[in-house]
């Protein structure tokens, strides 16, 4: 069937609620709008300067794939933007073991003690997909991305209506605040797009994630944002060894960072999860992977995650955390 438009939007909800998303919408890349949309992420990952931003190398890398869905998917006509919240994602019951209350901890994003969303999101826009080809009564070549290809799924998302981008550098849903994660389906149909919902990030009236991001990511300035900064990257991204600087700006955190997002108004807040440090260090490599394994955890890894608890560890002033990185030391 050729989908109308109010019929189709009539599935795009029932599809959200039945699914759990925050929101869905769709982007046809051949509408008159589309010109507007390479507009605007041409402005945002290659105009002049934007490149040499204090971006992650990864960013930097792809900034021109970013810039124009199409260099990713030629074969595509729409996109279907969908957005998750965190706390809609079930618990992952196989974490991390239990950390007693007076073990030396560090502290772990809440994000990562749900089953992944990339696992989670990308089967649910599976299930969205089927229905889709069902509602249409055709089948369709289509692709599904979380987190898997160089696109701007945050700009994406705001152009199409999803929502806001904050100041804090994450999407901002109406009525889910910064609490969500987004996935792409790319598909070979043309289909109606949605129309932008009216939507203003209460960034302007706000500014708390300003004031309480401690690492000083978050400048205040819209779409100025220090990634190389933000404990999330530091955490994840960023290889090899940390600089001193660097370890300092991750504090208690050896996974992520919850505070941006948690305090974001409408947002459901996280609590962060507490990993017993001397587990994580002095554990057999082959336990800890096999716990991390499926996980948010296995993302950075090991080396990663052990990198980052000895920086917890030396940014504490105890002898105990000193005692536990001198031991891991001598037996690494
Ligand atoms: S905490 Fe406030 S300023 Fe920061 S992203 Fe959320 S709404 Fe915007
Ligand atoms: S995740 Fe943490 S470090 Fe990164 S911007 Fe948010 S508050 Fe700052």
Redesign the pocket.
């Known amino acids: 069937m050729q989908a109308g438009k109010n019929s189709f939007e009539k599935f795009l909800r029932e599809a959200k609620d039945t699914l759990g998303f925050c929101a869905v919408s769709a982007l046809s890349m051949n509408s008159d709008t589309y010109p507007r949309l390479l507009e605007r992420l041409k402005e945002a990952y290659v105009a002049d300067g934007k490149v040499t931003h204090d971006w992650p190398g990864y960013m930097q890398r792809t900034s021109g794939k970013r810039a124009d869905p199409r260099t990713v998917f030629p074969w595509a006509k729409s996109l279907a933007v969908i957005s998750m919240p965190f706390n809609g994602i079930p618990i992952n019951n196989n974490f991390l073991p239990e950390a007693a209350e007076d073990c030396i901890a560090g502290l772990v994003a809440g994000y990562a003690g749900r089953i992944d969303y990339h696992t989670f999101l990308q089967d649910n826009i599976y299930i969205f997909s089927a229905a889709l080809k069902k509602y249409l009564g055709k089948d369709f070549r289509s692709e599904i991305f979380v987190d898997t290809k160089p696109v701007a799924e945050k700009s994406l998302a705001a152009f199409s209506g999803l929502g806001a981008i904050g100041l804090?550098?994450c999407l901002l849903c109406k009525g889910e605040g910064s609490g969500t994660c987004l996935g792409i389906l790319a598909m070979d149909i043309d289909l109606p797009e949605t129309e932008p919902v009216d939507f203003d990030a209460p960034c302007t009236t706000c500014g708390k994630?300003v004031e309480?991001?401690?690492?000083g990511?978050?400048t205040g300035k819209p779409g100025v944002?220090i990634y190389k900064?933000?404990?999330?990257?530091l955490t994840m991204e960023k290889k090899g060894v940390l600089e001193k600087d660097e370890a300092v700006?991750l504090g208690d955190?050896i996974f992520?960072?919850?505070?941006?997002?948690s305090l974001c108004p409408g947002s459901h807040p996280m609590t962060p999860i507490k990993a017993d440090l001397e587990w994580l260090l002095l554990e057999k490599d082959s336990i800890v992977k096999d716990v991390i394994k499926s996980t948010a955890l296995e993302y950075p890894g090991l080396k990663l995650l052990r990198r980052n608890a000895l920086a917890v560890l030396e940014n504490r002033d105890s002898s105990e955390s000193h005692e536990l990185a001198r031991k891991f030391s001598s037996i690494g």
Do not use: H, V
């Open positions: 804090n550098s994630c309480r991001c401690p690492t990511a978050i944002f900064k933000c404990r999330s990257y700006l955190w992520g960072c919850d505070i941006c997002t």
